[in-house]
């Protein structure tokens, strides 16, 4: 046997023992953690790098193989959490992006909704002014219609009032003219009738003289008769 050996063969014994606690630790304790959990990868990493250098120190292959397995089974759930905790990012900011888009849509959506409805209420509102534009100008057409039937007939009367006034005044005149004979032969029946009662009343005044005369004349004829 060789002299280096037993020391070697010492501390691998010494090694073992010292590494009891250590797998106790990880059996009763680090094993209770969930398997990515950072303490327990960091501890199984330690664990890991400490065989491996323990069991390249010395020269035992299965110490060295265990450490290189524990190294990388940590490294590589270490690994494999980052790649989860990257995809979770990933999916979270694809999720966010996602949900950015469909904000967006949506914001676009009701802006072009918003948009619609404004337009539509604006169409409206400039149908309700051309209506009302329309229903004034009507209405002033029909003003004006009035007022000129108003003023034509205004004016209709008035010349039918004047043609009226005309047609009494030649009425009245033509009667003047047709009475005037009339006037003039009642104003000489009148005369005649003036100058006959005239004659008359001298007839009258007449006979009464001469029968006054002839009374007188009786008279006279008796008181000498009786003389």
Do not use: C, W
């Amino acid at each position: 046997m060789n002299v280096l050996t037993v020391p070697v063969a010492v501390m691998r014994v010494q090694y073992q023992i010292v590494r009891i606690p250590l797998q106790l630790i990880e059996d009763q304790l680090m094993s209770r953690l969930a398997t990515e959990s950072p303490a327990r990868l960091m501890y199984e990493r330690t664990l890991g790098v400490l065989d491996g250098a323990v069991g390249n120190v010395l020269g035992d292959r299965h110490i060295e193989r265990r450490g290189d397995a524990l190294t990388e089974r940590s490294d590589a759930l270490v690994r494999a959490k980052e790649l989860e905790e990257e995809a979770a990012a990933a999916q979270a900011e694809a999720d966010a992006e996602l949900e950015t888009k469909r904000t967006q849509a949506r914001d676009k959506q009701a802006a072009a909704h918003m948009a619609k409805q404004q337009e539509v209420e604006q169409a409206r509102r400039r149908e309700d002014e051309r209506k009302q534009a329309a229903a004034r100008d009507a209405e002033q057409r029909t003003q004006v219609a009035k007022t000129n039937a108003d003023q034509f007939a205004a004016q209709r009367t008035q010349a039918a009032e004047a043609e009226h006034r005309a047609e009494q005044t030649k009425i009245r005149e033509a009667e003047k003219k047709a009475a005037a004979p009339a006037k003039a032969q009642l104003k000489d029946a009148a005369d005649k009738q003036n100058e006959a009662a005239g004659k008359r009343a001298r007839a009258d005044r007449v006979e009464k003289l001469a029968e006054a005369e002839k009374d007188k004349r009786r008279n006279g004829t008796t008181t000498n008769g009786q003389r």
